[in-house]
């Protein structure tokens, strides 16, 4: 089987690096991380917001698996943010 390539090294979450603010992103989906008081650090070009997937991976600890996946596959995504992500 062929290793998985990121394209993007220098890629850092325009919510924040850190991996709370990845795992609400991944359930909530842009909007509703949006809704629960988190604010961009970082604007991209998109093509429409991130859908949820709280409803589709069956549990928490299925979507830490996740996490764990992407940043052992691409080490640069914990860069940290500019600022803080926190709800206001």
């Known amino acids: 089987m062929a290793a998985l390539k990121i394209t993007q ?3 850092v979450s325009v919510y924040g690096a850190d991996d709370d603010t990845l795992f609400r992103l991944i359930a909530l989906g842009s909007d509703g991380l949006t809704k629960a008081g988190y604010s961009r650090v970082k604007h991209e070009v998109v093509t ?3 859908p949820v997937f709280g409803s589709v991976i069956k549990t928490s600890d299925d979507l830490w698996r996740i996490i764990a996946f992407i940043r052992s596959v691409n080490p640069s995504s914990l860069k940290p943010a500019l600022a803080p992500a926190a709800p206001q």
């Open 9 to 11: 090294p220098n890629w």
């Open 48 to 50: 429409g917001p991130m």
